[in-house]
């Protein structure tokens, strides 16, 4: 499978494309005004604490606090079993961050940051417009301020809490993203019985409002709630994740070959030890087959990264600011480059020159097998509406998604899940309905893997195939599914094909879906997707004039101010009823148009 990336770049926002065999598959959208906060650390202070929730509040600077899980945080040793309930829990161990020691050969060390200068020297260097890392300018909002917006955002939180993601380990190949899910508190067991956790692992005593906190940023804003945190901090390289607050070495799922493996942490744990490295490593997918001293040059680089993200926080400590950013993440090309090429990636386009020159630069030093590959765009032509990207991007924002034997699916989202409905459509086959069905569901599974990478949909997902009666059938067409979804950089999980015909399933989501970001409610429905008739808003027209009757004393005519198309159906259709109201009420009712109303706005003005 041939894959290409496409870089948009204007003023106003960047855009990644990718491409298999010509079709895309995937859009990444970056406002320049509106930056996404994944993978950022902050220097931020506790507002709120939630003992209900077991969660608090951080203000990270942002227009919302943000949510931080106990589950999200630091995972402390398991206590030892004790036999007596009213035995002493263990004491809380030191809080302080894990640090990297510095026995590292002070030659090699020079020689790491000689040639990665442009990403280890200091984060704040503007030079190298590779990795930035600023502190926040300006005092932050009062956090009184942020109080008056707690009790909705606690609201929102608590479905929060019942996402799918909180289920799943989150990816080391995801841009950025190789945070590690802590396991849940262990309990302390008498005589078989489970009780309550240790009081030094409840967050009440873990946090206290005005403390300041070293977290990251797990999930972008996502509508009306905050940035989701964690306090496990992981720092990405092109083929390593540094996790200084874990002890572990893992390897990516994705690298399925046993002795590859082996030899990975063989050597991550040798390399560990070498450069006396306290922490946890994970190798990402581009790490299968690459030297040893690939391999060693990014742990330098981690290193370098991380001591430098320590020493803006101690530095940081006394500002007396509610919030300072500490590490901002690539930018979305940079970032593209780091996470989204492989071997099989024929070429990169890029439609910027400044970008273009800074692209080459950045995989010159990190990614040197995809520099070659990088070419400039000169075409007269946008470059998405070369490759049809953006007639594909105004498609996903459709519900109706056609396929070519004539059936078609609707997707539809809700703030608690998504449903994709399965239909024939125009497809009615050959030999049989079973066989129909059949083809129309394999059909399908293309369709759907494409669009929840396109549309880039997440959290809890109901897939409503048609109802098939063989079970071979079932099992075809949930193989294809899965096939189809193994290209997808977001974890998911699937379960069986129900007696229903549905597939429950849950994609992996760290960042608004391309309805979010790129649309907002409707201002005339307010979002339901539909409006009353005209022949409604008569009605209860009707009704108004009638309640008005009663109340007020005698007035001597009605005003109906109204849109147009109810003005229309009260004076052709309605009339005779108009007609009966005025001699009822014995009061002349007159009309009047207001283009600026919405079908279900109207007044009566009483003369």
Not at 121 to 145: F, N, Y
Not at 300 to 318: E, F, N, P
Not at 457 to 476: A, N, R, T, Y
Request: charged share 25%; proline share 4%.
């Amino acid at each position: 499978m041939s894959e290409e990336l496409l870089i948009n770049v204007s003023p106003m926002e960047s855009r990644v494309a990718v491409l298999d065999n010509g079709v895309v598959s995937e859009v990444y959208i970056e406002r320049h005004n509106k930056l996404g906060l994944v993978g950022n650390i902050y220097l931020g202070t506790v507002v709120r604490v939630l003992p209900g929730m077991q969660a608090a509040f951080v203000e990270i600077g942002q227009s919302r606090t943000a949510f931080l899980h106990v589950n999200d945080m630091r995972r402390l040793p398991r206590p030892t079993v004790v036999e007596d309930k009213t035995s002493a829990p263990p004491r809380p161990p030191s809080r302080q961050e894990p640090t990297v020691l510095t026995s590292i050969p002070v030659d090699r060390s020079e020689h790491i940051a000689e040639n990665t200068s442009k990403a280890d020297s200091d984060i704040s260097s503007l030079e190298t417009g590779l990795i930035s890392a600023s502190i926040v300018e300006g005092e932050p909002d009062s956090l009184r301020e942020k109080q008056s917006v707690l009790a909705d955002e606690t609201s929102n939180f608590q479905s929060d809490l019942h996402d799918n993601s909180l289920l799943d380990n989150d990816s080391p190949d995801k841009v950025g993203n190789a945070i590690t899910q802590v396991e849940k508190s262990p309990t302390v067991v008498k005589e078989r019985q489970v009780i309550e956790p240790p009081r030094h692992e409840l967050i009440q005593y873990r946090l206290h409002e005005g403390q300041k906190i070293l977290v990251q940023v797990t999930k972008d804003q996502l509508g009306t709630k905050g940035a989701r945190l964690t306090t496990n901090i992981s720092l990405p390289s092109r083929y390593l994740v540094y996790l200084p607050s874990s002890e572990h070495i893992g390897i990516s799922q994705r690298i399925d070959n046993e002795e590859e493996r082996h030899r990975l942490k063989t050597e991550l744990a040798q390399l560990m030890q070498t450069v006396n490295l306290t922490g946890g490593l994970i190798a990402r997918t581009a790490a299968e087959r690459v030297p040893v001293a690939k391999l060693e040059e990014d742990i330098y680089y981690l290193v370098q990264l991380w001591r430098t993200i320590q020493a803006r926080k101690d530095a940081s400590a006394g500002s007396g600011q509610a919030a300072v950013l500490i590490y901002q993440e690539l930018s979305l090309p940079l970032r593209s480059i780091r996470d989204l090429v492989h071997p099989d990636t024929e070429k990169v386009i890029v439609d910027h020159e400044g970008m273009y020159n800074e692209v080459r630069q950045f995989a010159k030093e990190f990614v040197p097998f995809i520099y070659p590959r990088i070419l400039p765009y000169m075409g007269e032509q946008p470059l998405f509406d070369v490759h049809r990207v953006e007639e594909d991007l105004r498609d996903a924002l459709k519900r109706r998604v056609d396929l070519k034997s004539g059936g078609y699916l609707i997707i539809d989202q809700t703030e608690a899940m998504t449903t994709i409905d399965v239909n024939t459509g125009s497809f009615v086959g050959g030999r049989s309905l079973e066989d129909t069905v059949y083809k129309t569901n394999l059909e399908a599974t293309h369709a759907i893997a494409r669009q929840l990478r396109l549309r880039n949909l997440g959290g809890i997902i109901i897939l409503d195939f048609i109802d098939m009666l063989e079970q071979e059938h079932k099992d075809d067409v949930l193989e294809s599914l899965q096939h189809q979804l193994a290209q997808d950089y977001a974890k998911t999980k699937i379960t069986q094909v129900s007696e229903l015909g549905l597939v429950e399933m849950t994609r992996k989501r760290t960042r608004e879906s391309l309805e979010q970001q790129l649309c907002e409610p409707c201002k005339t429905c307010e979002g339901k997707g539909f409006i009353k008739t005209a022949e409604t808003v008569c009605f209860e027209i009707f009704r108004e004039i009638m309640r008005c009757a009663r109340t007020y004393n005698s007035p001597k005519k009605f005003t109906v101010v109204a849109h147009a198309s109810v003005i229309d159906l009260l004076l052709s259709s309605e009339a005779d009823t108009v007609a009966d109201l005025e001699y009822l009420l014995g009061r002349v009712i007159t009309f009047e148009v207001e283009n600026l109303y919405t079908q279900e706005q109207y007044d009566i003005v009483l003369d």
